[in-house]
């Protein structure tokens, strides 16, 4: 699995005499967004790459939610075990 999301990006590459350079024909790249240290990176991505980067992220999302549940579960089981106790407040 991998953290970090798949996002294409569309810019221009700065040499004038492109196709890119009126703005509209931008050149287009699929990367790899992640964060690092608190900073946001981002690593392109070969075409043949996208399709098990994606998959693999979809993987890593599914399973912080799974594990984001569990948490939640064994947090309410807590507290409620502490509420039914009448040691609340
Ligand atoms: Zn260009």
Redesign the pocket.
Known sequence: MIRGSVVVQRR??G?AS????DGEQL?ESTVLSYSKAGRNRTVMLASREVASVRAAVARYRSAQAKLEQAGNAGLSALLSAHTSSGRGR
Do not use: L, S, T, V
Request: glycine share 0%; net charge positive.
């Open positions: 221009r590459c040499k492109c196709r890119c350079a050149h």
